[in-house]
């Protein structure tokens, strides 16, 4: 059976395109994938401390010697850990903000990113541990940014997956949203054209 994790990161709880377009790519792999599992976990609902002292004490600190405390953080992250390592399919929906991810989403990956469980460090640089899955970004966003300088959040959110071990990943834009009511128009068509054209 195909499981499909789809992560939400948006800022607002209602009315975000890129929730809007990240359900919709859910529901048409639902459709076409036959027995299809879906997992969604919203970033905003759900939220995860930023990395602190108590975040990075827990991580760093050896298991025997952990407080309890900090074995309740571990087991919160390794939880989100076992969710992506249990998924086939990954859809993030990843709204841009002054140019780049949300606090929510970078948080999330701050969570999974532990060397020696998603990542570990070999002789030939970082080896990633969460293989064999592929992932959709959908990012909305309100201007055009895509093959630009300004757009940070595609090659940053490409090098941490890269890092962890996933390495097929295909973006689906939504932009000019903010450009008025045929660039809106005209970037919904596109990315649901995208939408149509995806398969697990």
């Not at 030939?124 to 064999?132: A, C, I, S, T, W």
């Not at 045929?182 to 697990?200: F, G, Y």
């Amino acid at each position: 059976m195909t499981t499909i994790l789809q992560l939400n990161s948006a800022a607002r709880s209602q009315g975000a395109n890129s929730t809007l377009l990240a359900n919709e790519l859910a529901a048409k792999l639902q459709r076409t994938t036959p027995g299809a599992k879906l997992v969604l976990r919203d970033l905003l609902a759900d939220a995860l401390p930023h990395l602190d002292d108590a975040v990075l004490g827990a991580f760093f600190t050896p298991a025997e010697q952990r407080t309890p405390e900090q074995a309740a953080i571990v087991a919160r992250s390794d939880a989100l850990i076992d969710e992506l390592q249990a998924a086939d399919v990954v859809i993030i929906g990843a709204p841009m903000y002054n140019f780049g991810i949300s606090s929510q989403l970078k948080t999330y990956f701050d969570w999974i990113a532990r060397a020696g469980v998603t990542f570990r460090y070999t002789a030939n640089g970082p080896e990633g541990l969460v293989k064999g899955k592929k992932a959709y970004i959908v990012s909305a966003r309100g201007g055009k940014y895509a093959g630009t300088p300004n757009d940070s959040q595609t090659p940053h959110i490409k090098a941490f997956l890269g890092l962890i071990g996933i390495t097929e990943v295909e973006f689906i834009y939504a932009e000019g949203l903010n450009l008025g009511p045929d660039a809106a128009n005209a970037a919904l068509s596109s990315a649901r054209e995208a939408i149509e054209a995806a398969a697990v």
